[in-house]
């Protein structure tokens, strides 16, 4: 009999698991076991059989989006071959289906005679209720004390789970065909080569994806040397991996200039007819006669590219999701300047939001906003509303703006305000967007949204149109991304005194 493909991947959802799947009758059989599997005969696992997954997830390593089923990272921590025993040689799926199976696998982690047990419950569809037992059966492969999280690397890479999160190669969209879930997150030297190669239309393959692309040699920033749309889109597919994951399951806001950098753009929030099928969206289901209805979702790099081509030089995710749209996933602290407000000005005022940030023991991260101002981003647990975060946004500007009371006006018109800074809290409001961070801004050479480093605020060269298309590649490749904090850290809000 051919021998089988086996797979375990260690699984970090909303706990930890390892999910152990056997090639079987064409799809992977599956099994949760929380503690992961074992060498040692003396120690049992407990094992939870759940839905079948297909066989394009055997070697799928990298994040599943949150909100989505197994919203989490995954790592391929042991695979190989496997084969039936005995009685059950003949037909593993009936035995699967009786409670029962024998098997050997050849694994680089795992190796020899292992056996599924159900506990309890009937076939699997009963949820909760289809238990299993795993053990090792005592052979030349058993080992006493074996634990699996003494070998918490993937074969396929080397890397572990933390790495993974931190920099995936992959994800994997559940709401996918098989054949195309496991999406690409970095643009191959090839496929760049690619879009070098082409003339000024043409059609590229980037992340899976065949995009028609147009006008590229266009002229979109001025600059020395000029920037065209060829390397606005170049710029795009080599940061798109990092921004994705602030515009995934988010509405996105393009604020488009076809014509580029130096005419007049507009905003385009309705995804039009022509988009392609396979680009995520969302409908409002709120959204009156004459409001945008249906928008772009950006869950994959493509899509983002996608956006690029179609003009959209900034980005603008909204601050919820589209499974819960009146749930801010931020707080937002917008630093606006005023005619008469000097950087070093709007500096103090960041760096006093510094200082009270750390006194409430809040986790939030700050980025130059690539024109005058200084934004700061502060990640929320769910379940807050609009009027929560803007509230709280609202007690901290106050706080601060009274310590220097003679730089902040707060009058909402700009010609109100005799040329002092405003402190812009009324932005945490549904379908109110700051632009994304690594976002481009309609400028000479490009400048973009460039997160900072709290210590920066210190930095004698900090600017806040300083960081450009060109220059914020090398720095993401040599500092990673400064950002990604408010990703992983949701938090309460603490009252402010």
Known sequence: MAEKRFVVQRHRARRLHYDFRLEIDGVLVSWAVPKGPTLDPAVRRAAFHVEDHP????NFEGVIPSGQYGGGDVIVWDAGTWEPRDQDAADPGRAVENGELHFDVHGSKLRGRFVLVRTRGGRFGRAGQDEWLMLHKRDEYAVSGWDAEDHPDSVLSGRTNDQVKADPDRIWRSDLPAARASIPLKAAAEELAALHSLGANGTWEIFGRRLRVTNLDKVLFPGSPPITKRDFLDYTARVAPTVTPYLTRRALNMHRYPNGAGTKGFWQKELPSHAPEWLARWTNPEAARGETQTYLVVDEPAALIWAANFGALEWHPWTSRIDSPHEPTYALLDLDPGTGTSWEDLLSLARLHRTALEHLGVSARAKVTGRRGIQIWVPVEPGLSFDDTRAWAHDLSRTVGAVLPALVSWKWQKDERGGLA????????????????????????????????WDELDDPALRPDGFTMRTILPRLASQGDLFREVLDHPQQLPPIN
Do not use: C, G
């Open 55 to 58: 066989m394009a997830y055997e």
């Open 422 to 453: 405003r402190l812009d809290y009324t932005q945490n409001a549904i379908n109110r967007t700051l632009v994304a961070p690594y976002s481009p801004r309609p400028a000479p050479e490009a400048p973009v949204s460039a997160p900072i480093a």
